[in-house]
């Protein structure tokens, strides 16, 4: 992957009767743009201006808003039947909404979105996770663009989680028809999905087809419904999305998820915070957020940037943390876990990596939800602690070169642990800096090894590591632990990558779920959360505030929804 781009480019028109285009910042390459499979937030950032959901969530009010549909559905509880206790959620389609061919979308694509979500073979595991509630789909007989998506539970996510999924062209994504005879119920029937997943010819085709490169990266199969179409994809260098010429969503009044105002987004990837900086004095990018903390507290300081550009840090919904292995035979116990939390001064790596901009966490919510557990303290940087639970673990210098050991599986094994870092993120290499600095304090070694992106995500994925940092992002709606927290998360696949839960934790996660009154369910959050400080599957460090930068020409505010901006709904101020 070539990470630096050319800080120069073409003098850029700034018409609006011509069109304008914004210049994106993208940290890190997508994996793919089929948004049913990708969780990766730099794809988000690009396929979010290709494909739309039912609903989506305002930048500003975090509410939903309507978006392929006229409406927010309509919620009904099911009393009687094979779906007794569940909820039916009745929606209807805009009849203006259009793919890129001018097709409309129909109730069929929504059907088939949801085949293909749920074919067991399709790698959207992810997604499952928090759609496992739904059981069928039925098209209204008199009116075709209505439709009512049936849920088998009460969840207390079911409206937010079934209508933000993403519509997919049948046309485009199953030209063949290999979904056409399966019944959704039947694939939302784990038992039946498992038996399919092994016999059933089709199912096997159309998972090979769909989680194929071509659907991900391939400009003619990348096909949406939403504002832009993808017209470049330069591997390492940068994405150009083009404004559709007759964009069915000027029709729509008030919608804002709808308004796209730049005829082109270009998003460049720049991962070294060296050049994204270059960039900007250049004046070669309009918008940059993740910026290092330092970077932008210095930035603040140059007069040619403050002249060009709008500072802002607002406060995000993200979690920073060192991950752990916990199935690794070095990290399985949770005294060993606690250690290395008590070798990490996380006061000071905010206000000596992060300046200050971060707020201080002890669990897996974010501070700002009301049923985050404040009586759970912050585990103390404190070395001498950190020994003591070692040596509780049997891990001792037996040897007498520095770094304890214990023998494991018949071998002598020293607590010599890896460090995953990617080489473009400052902050992460910092902070396996300060761990590979403090680990030998308490007998610990700490090696730091540094891989491309996509490369790291595969180790996570196979569990082929036992230490890195990273980053989680949150809704600003109730929290849903199964997706990074249920042992049923924990495959390749899923997001519990740290190998985390068991019976005691999944049962709480499954009664979080389903639990709508609100005070019942804080309680259950809050039982969560104990057993995860004391079990410590990860070190939690802190929730951060956004770095952006977005140029003064632009008439364009920031939000607390990752990243930070939108940028197809920037507009050129009046002056411009």
Known sequence: MLWGISCTTEPQENSTDEGFPVQVRLPAEPDNLNPLITTSLYSRIVHENIFLPLMQFNF???????????????????????YAGGMALTYELRENARWDNGDPVTTDDVLFSLKAMFNPLVKSGAFRAYLDMIRDMKIDTDNPRKFTIYTNEQYILTE???SNITI???????????????????LTNPKKAEDWANTDANIQEFASQFNDVKFGREIDNIIGNGPYRLTGWDSGQKLTLERKENWWGDEVKDISALDAY??????????????????????????????DAKDYTDLLQNELLKENYNFHNPLTLQLYYIGINNKSPKLEDKRVRRALAHIIDVDDIIESL?????????????????????SLTPIDYNIEKAKSLLKEAGWEDTNGNGIVDKMIGGELTEMELTYLTTPTSKFSRNLGLILEDNAPKAGIKVIIEAKEFRSLIEDLKKREYELNG??????????????HWHTSSDTPNGSNRVGFGNAVTDSLIDQIRVTMDETKRNELYKEFQQIVYDEQPMIFLFSPQERILINKKFDAKPSVMSPGFQPSHFKLNQDN
């Open 354 to 374: 992060y300046f200050g901009l971060g707020q201080r966490t002890v669990g897996p919510f974010n501070p700002r939800k009301e049923y985050y557990d404040t």
């Open 60 to 82: 500003e009010s975090l509410k939903l808003e309507p978006v392929l549909v006229k409406s927010a559905p309509t919620i009904t509880s099911i009393s009687d039947g094979p």
């Open 168 to 186: 997919l062209p049948r046309y485009n994504y199953d030209s063949s028809g290999l979904m056409n005879d399966i019944a959704l119920d039947q």
């Open 262 to 291: 730049p005829q082109n987004l270009v998003f460049q990837i720049i991962g070294d915070q060296n050049t994204t900086i270059a960039a900007l004095k250049d004046l070669s990018i309009d918008v940059a957020s993740q910026l």
């Open 160 to 162: 937010p989680a079934v």
């Open 470 to 483: 990273g980053a989680m992002g949150q809704q600003p709606i109730p929290d849903d632990p199964k997706q």
